[in-house]
């Protein structure tokens, strides 16, 4: 970098452009002025640029997808593509086979492109590692004497999965692969697939492999279900250490999800959830930080099979903080037009009231007397918002046995609210509720024992079509599962959400940390994971 290009508008953007960490991962949804002429294709703008047959890659300026003629593989130069002249420079940045992010640097405007490889994107530097989809298991070799074969038996999502099937008389099938997959995990990464095991054996382990470097040099995650063992282990050269363990094991006969956290500091994070327990385990250990991934079964009969399914990176490097306090600031928020008040909404060192923040060092302080009131805030103005597809969670507590704390999402973004979706935690009635934000009506409700002076962790799952709304308390982040509360919304997405709390004629206070994007099918979130965007 040229000292005298210090305050240049090019330069700016450019180190914007790497501070948001968006380099290598085909991160979309910065914007910056200027952009439409970077790209611009004579008198017809980016729209004159012309498709693919299958619209397989697309430019995104803000919120328009524009689909573009490949660029990964074409081997035509950026520069001949986007038509630009002799005084445009493009700095290009690319990760083989999930997306390419150039600037092209004019000598009137800066501009930023992202050409994305849609079917395989998810959070930045996130993909499918392998959906079966393609129906063959070319990528894989197979160890131990058991058969493995995609079928559409029994598919978690899709039309396809693996299906591993013990030898006659029992024994195990296993599968490894280190090449020919579109991408593996690696360090940074959370890597998320999913298991379905039959309770018709009573003996029955499985085994979820990454970090394979061969063999016998691997990371596995291993469930012994007869000895109620989960434990994170590693081999090196076929000898075993196991790094953590727990005696629990999940639930038989239903779809298992778990994601490995794999800390770029060596931390590694497994967690299952089967849907009414949960269980984590942590470890310390940098032995590898790249390598490949893998999946067996054994058992003590013969015929017994197990199938997986969904591998995929879900994030780079954890999550994307939509909102964690941690700036100190709410001036972003604005009270309801319902609030009644005296009430506050602040941002508070956790240690200045007694508590300890679940994430980081501050929290979101409501405090009410005799009122229910809200405070609400466009995502939209920070490029970060909760769409169909998405999973997110946040932190909840309350310091007083009565009253209700709540998320409000897909509201409308002004003061009086007129649509969105509501997520009750109410203490008097000990309930969770789902109801709609603009009528009051209940869409779902289940009886809950909530405790005052608590900290429940809140994940709510968003179906793709955005009907289906799952909402899982927890006792603490990775911890036990306590109830799960499913609503159909007829309504539509907005970009607006909203904390509310209180009680008529009661005062106290409560409140929120962490709400955090935990997993979606979108690229422009806004901010990378681990950013300095994390408010």
Known sequence: ???????????????????????????????????????????????????SSDSTYVIEQGGTRIPLATVGDSGTPIEEIYDASDDATPTGYEEEGVSKLFLVERTDEPGLGVVHDRGNDRLPSGGVVDDFEDGDLDEYSQHRGGSAAVTSTRPFEGSHSLELTTPGGGGASKVLSTSGLERYPEAGDVYRTRWYRSSSDSRGRNRLYFGVQDAANYYEVY?????????????????????????????????????????????????????????????????????????????????????????????????????????????????????????????????DVGLAAPEGSTVGQLQVDGTLDGWWTDLGDRGRTIQAGDRFGFHAYNGKQHGTVSLTYWRNVGEAATTGLTLRLEYKSQQLIWRDRADGSTYASADQSLAADTWYWVEVEISDDGATHTAKLYDERGGTLLNSLSAEFPGGQADGIEWRYGWWNLDGTAYVDGLELLETDRTDTGGAPGSSRTN
């Open 223 to 351: 469930v012994n279900y007869p000895h109620n063992d989960f434990e994170l282990r590693k081999f090196v050269d076929g000898n075993r250490t196991t790094l953590a363990s727990a005696n629990e094991t999940p639930r038989k006969d239903t779809w298992v999800d778990w994601t490995i956290d794999w800390g770029t500091d060596g931390t590694i994070t497994a967690t299952y959830d089967d849907g009414q327990n949960s269980g984590s385990l942590t470890a310390t250990d940098d032995q590898w930080t790249e390598g490949g991934v893998g999946f067996y079964q054994q058992v003590a009969s013969g015929g017994v099979k197990a199938w997986f399914d969904d591998a995929r990176i879900v994030s780079g490097s954890s999550t994307v903080v939509l909102d964690g306090f941690e700036d100190g600031d709410v001036s972003e928020y604005a009270e309801d037009a319902d609030n009644t008040g005296p009430a506050s909404f602040r941002a508070v060192p956790a240690s």
């Open 1 to 51: 970098m040229n000292d005298d290009r210090h305050d240049d508008p090019v330069e700016l953007l450019r180190r914007e452009l790497l501070r948001s960490g968006a380099v290598l991962g085909g991160t979309a949804g910065l914007s910056f002025g200027g952009a439409a002429s970077a790209w611009s294709r004579g008198s017809g703008g980016a729209n004159a640029l012309a498709p």
